[in-house]
């Protein structure tokens, strides 16, 4: 959970990016075997917990900053940061791991468009990071993930942290009482050690009957923006959100 290691390993790349896109402007460059650690086997309680679901939303959204075309992420029935097991095993039937929430977050944030593009909004913070999402050059979505860790063990309440956002005027966002108005979606947990408990805008999943089943309700929050395209916006320690314009 830090912004600045995973910057510097997905940077490291640049070179290698650089000359494709001098050199052969038709090749694209893809991470064919990646995840967070290469020493995978059962490593649960590090690589399985919600705060590996943070960490694979700011290495999805960084990579596609450095114009990374695809990231291949490993996976293993005995990987700790497999995002689902689907064969029993160890005696366990099948089921959901936290990291599959990060790959669900972030098919939100991309969506069907074939045209997004991601910038990254420089803060200059190790555990905080914010991403502008483009659709056909106009700004749709961003992407705030604070990875300050906390935990339901940690001893004091669980930190906020308050910033501003904006939106452009052309948007074409839906006014509310003469304010703009986005749609705020979060990623959330009891801490970044869970295992369980996660929701990704109110809804969870399980593994049931040989496929992925959804339970719970839609949740998203409403903020309105003033009259300067400007609007606060509150995220916990170890959370994640994504904000859509409507």
Known sequence: MNHTAI???LTQYQ?????????????TYVLGETNSDYVNTNMWAIEGVFGSA???????????TQNITRMHLIQGTNFGYTAWVPVESNGRAPYVRPPLFGL?????VIGRSPEIQVQEVSLNQWDFSAYAVYNT??????????LDEWNS???YARPQKTVTITAPSSSGIHCQHGGMV???????????SADSGITWGGLTWN???GRLAQEGRPAAETIVFDAQGRADLTIASSEAVLVTFL
């Open 153 to 155: 063990t940690t001893p």
């Open 137 to 146: 050059g106009k700004l749709a979505k961003y992407v705030v993930v604070n």
């Open 7 to 9: 910057a510097d390993n």
């Open 104 to 108: 669900l977050f972030h098919a939100d």
């Open 15 to 27: 070179g290698d990016i650089q000359y494709l896109r001098q050199n052969y402007p038709n090749v």
């Open 207 to 209: 593994y049931t009957d």
């Open 54 to 64: 943070l960490w694979m939303v700011d290495y999805l959204m960084f990579g596609m």
């Open 182 to 192: 986005a749609k705020v979606q979060r990623l959330t947990a009891g801490g970044a």
